[in-house]
T-cell receptor
């Protein structure tokens, strides 16, 4: 049972480039979320989804897009990378009615 | 809006000392859940405990204990007889039924020296 899998683990982008961070879970969880972690600020919610075809914005959504075409996958797209998006990104999932989140191992993104 | 404050950004102790990590939260909801997560140097987030707002019983798990006090909106975490392996960043987080997000505190970096 893999849990929540994030790829890649590390990525360096140039300003203006686009990329997709992948997140997949094999627990049939309805809820999936993306967080970013910055020093001293804990984790902040970017976007979340309560099921396939349904997404919504979190606390810091600007510069990011998401879609949820299947229950398993919840990719995060950076449209035009900026240095301010240098961060560690975590994907998390939970089942509906549950309150325990399972987190992926994170993607460390550097934008130069 | 809800908020979680971990006022201690960094704590350094010597092995075998007891240490308490503070967490204060704000929410208007009557039903909510509080969490503690550990983030070791390897970077993953490790779930430690969840407590719901209706259960104020303190909990002990080995060397770990948690003190939940609604009257002061606090959910403090104590490590007894700390060990070097306890060195990590610890996050307190709050979840409410109305929203769909965990609100995290800024984290406390604990360094346990041999």
């Amino acid at each position: 049972n893999a849990g929540v899998t994030q790829t890649p683990k590390f990525q360096v982008l140039k300003t203006g480039q686009s990329m997709t961070l992948q997140c997949a879970q094999d627990m049939n969880h309805e809820y999936m979320s993306w967080y970013r972690q910055d020093p001293g600020m804990g984790l902040r919610l970017i976007h979340y989804s309560v099921g396939a075809g349904i997404t919504d914005q979190g606390e810091v959504p600007n510069g990011y897009n998401v879609s949820r075409s299947t229950t398993e996958d919840f990719p995060l797209r950076l449209l035009s990378a900026a240095p301010s998006q240098t961060s560690v990104y975590f994907c998390a999932s939970r089942r509906a009615g549950g309150y325990g989140y399972t987190f992926g191992s994170g993607t460390r993104l550097t934008v130069v | 809006a809800q908020k979680v404050t971990q006022a201690q950004t960094e704590i350094s102790v010597v092995e075998k000392e007891d240490v308490t990590l503070d967490c204060v939260y704000e929410t208007r909801d009557t039903t909510y859940y509080l969490f503690w997560y550990k983030q070791p140097p390897s970077g993953e987030l490790v779930f430690l405990i969840r407590r719901n707002s209706f259960d104020e019983q303190n909990e002990i798990s080995g060397r770990y204990s948690w003190n939940f006090q609604k009257s002061t909106s606090s959910f403090n975490f104590t490590i007894t007889a700390s060990q070097v392996v306890d060195s990590a960043v610890y996050f307190c987080a709050l979840y409410n039924n109305a929203g769909n997000m965990l609100t995290f505190g800024g984290g406390t970096r604990l360094m346990v020296k041999p």
